[in-house]
C-alpha cells in the first residue's frame, strides 16, 4: 500500500472548528462547549458530504452487480477498507473486517474462537461493557472462566500482574487500549510480547485509542484490534475488526447469509476467505465510505500538532480542577488521552450534567459503560469532559465556570 502523504495542513483550531457546521450553534441560548467526544465525535463537512454525494450519484449494492454503479460502488466501499488498513497500517486490505461498531467487531471474535469448558479469558476491570459481555457469554454458555486483571485508581496496572494470571488454559487476553472512563493507556507492544511468548492471543478495544495517537498494528503485533468510526469523526453504524491473517482464518463465521459463502448446497456449505467471511448481507456501504472520509479528512491534519493540542486541553482541565478542592479527579496517569473524569462533592453526576447543560456545556455524567471500573473506584458514577482536536482551550475555562456555578446553586 501507498503510504499517506507527508504533507499536512498546519493546525489552525478556527479553521478546524468551521469544518464542524454543529459547533456553530447554541444550546439554551449560549454557544455549543461540546465535551462528550469519547462518547461520539462530531462530523466534519467532508464526511457529511461524502455521505450524501454517494447517495446522490453513485449508490449501488456492492459485489454482487456488474453495472457501472455496482462497479463505482463496489470500488468506493473497497477503498473505505485500503484507507482503513493504512491508517493503522495493516499488512493488508484483506485484514480488515468491516463491522456495524467496535462492539460488533468484539462479538464477532468472541463467536468466533475456539473455547471449551475451563478456558481463560483475561480482562481488566477497566473495560468497557463492549469488552466484558461477550465474554461472560462464552461463560454462561461453553464454560468459559474470567480472569480479572486489577488496575490503580489511574488506570495502570504491572506487566508483573498479568503475568501472574496467565495459565496453561489461558486462550486470550482482551484489553483496552485506552481507558473511556480515565484515559489511561495500556503498553500495547509489551502485553501482546508477554503474551505471545507463552503461546497466548490479544485483542484490544482501540475505539478511544485510535483517535488520540498514532496506531501501527503491526508495530503492536496484536492478533486482533477493534475500533469504531462514530468515535473517529465519521459515522454510526460503521466499525472496524483488524486480525492478523492467521487469526482471522482461525474465527467460525459470525453471521450466515449473502456475501460471506463460498458454495451453499443441500448438504454442506463452505465459506469465504476473510474479511468477507464476516461481512454477511449488504454491508455498510454509506458508513465505510463516510469513514473513508472521517480518516482521509483526520490524517490531513499534523497529528502531532492534534495530540500536543490535546496534551493541552487536558492538562489544564485537570490544572484548574484540582484548584477546586470540591472536586476529585479520577485517572491521573501522566501520558493519558484527552479524558477527564471527575466527582462533585455532595453532588450526584447526573445533576451536574444537567446543571452545565443549562449552560451550554455538554458532559457525560454516569457509569460510561464501566461497572466493573466504577465498583473498583468506590463510585456509583462520575462525570466526564471528553476533548477533540476541535475544542478551543477557552472551552476548558468554561467547563470550570459552569461547575462554580453548579455548586453554587447545589450548594
Excluded at 468477507?276 to 465505510?288: K, Q
Aim: aromatic fraction near 6%; hydrophobic fraction near 45%; charged fraction near 20%.
Amino acid at each position: 500500500m501507498n503510504a499517506p502523504s507527508s504533507i499536512k495542513r498546519p493546525f489552525d483550531i478556527e479553521a478546524i472548528r468551521a469544518e464542524f457546521p454543529i459547533l456553530s450553534r447554541t444550546v439554551h441560548g449560549r454557544p455549543l462547549v461540546y465535551l462528550d467526544s469519547a462518547a461520539s465525535a462530531q462530523k466534519p463537512e467532508p464526511v457529511i458530504e461524502a455521505m450524501a454525494g454517494a447517495m446522490r450519484g453513485a449508490y449501488a449494492n456492492v459485489h454482487r452487480g456488474l453495472h457501472t454503479l455496482a462497479n463505482e460502488t463496489t470500488e468506493a466501499y473497497e477503498a473505505a477498507r485500503t484507507t482503513v488498513a493504512r491508517f493503522i497500517n495493516a499488512p493488508a486490505p484483506e485484514t480488515i473486517v468491516f463491522t456495524k461498531g467496535g462492539t460488533q467487531a468484539i462479538n464477532i471474535v468472541a463467536a468466533g474462537i475456539d473455547i471449551k469448558a475451563g478456558d481463560e479469558i483475561i480482562v481488566s476491570v477497566m473495560e468497557h461493557h463492549s469488552n466484558i459481555v461477550p465474554w461472560h457469554f462464552l461463560r454462561e454458555r461453553k464454560g468459559a472462566v474470567l480472569k480479572w486483571l486489577d488496575v490503580d485508581a489511574d488506570g495502570v496496572f504491572t506487566l508483573e500482574a498479568l503475568d501472574a494470571l496467565i495459565g496453561p488454559r489461558t486462550k486470550l487476553i482482551t484489553l483496552t487500549h485506552m481507558s473511556n472512563v480515565l484515559g489511561a493507556k495500556t503498553p500495547a507492544a509489551e502485553v501482546v510480547r508477554l503474551a505471545h511468548a507463552k503461546g497466548v492471543r490479544v485483542m484490544f478495544d482501540g475505539c478511544q485509542a485510535v483517535v488520540h495517537g498514532r496506531v501501527d498494528v503491526q508495530a503492536i503485533g496484536a492478533d486482533f484490534y477493534a475500533f469504531t468510526g462514530h468515535k473517529l469523526y465519521g459515522p454510526t453504524g460503521i466499525g472496524v475488526l483488524y486480525g492478523r491473517e492467521e487469526a482471522l482464518a482461525s474465527l467460525a463465521p459470525f453471521e450466515g447469509g449473502g456475501e460471506m459463502i463460498d458454495v451453499v448446497e443441500r448438504e454442506r456449505v463452505t465459506y469465504a476467505a476473510p474479511p468477507h467471511r464476516f461481512e454477511a448481507g449488504t454491508p455498510p456501504i454509506i458508513e465505510a465510505i463516510g469513514l473513508k472520509a472521517a480518516i482521509d479528512w483526520f490524517s490531513s491534519l499534523d497529528r502531532a500538532a492534534v495530540e500536543a493540542h490535546e496534551a493541552e486541553l487536558r492538562d489544564r482541565a485537570m490544572q484548574a480542577l484540582r484548584e477546586l478542592n470540591w472536586v476529585k479527579l479520577h485517572g491521573q496517569a501522566p501520558d493519558k488521552g484527552a479524558i477527564v473524569s471527575f466527582s462533585v462533592d455532595g453532588a450526584h453526576p447526573h445533576d451536574i450534567a444537567q446543571i452545565l447543560d443549562r449552560q451550554g456545556v455538554a458532559v457525560r455524567a454516569g457509569q460510561h459503560c464501566a461497572q466493573p471500573l466504577m465498583q473498583a473506584l468506590g463510585v456509583t458514577a462520575t462525570a466526564r469532559a471528553s476533548f477533540a482536536c476541535y475544542n478551543r482551550l477557552e472551552e476548558v475555562d468554561a467547563l470550570v465556570d459552569a461547575l462554580v456555578k453548579a455548586r453554587k446553586l447545589l450548594s
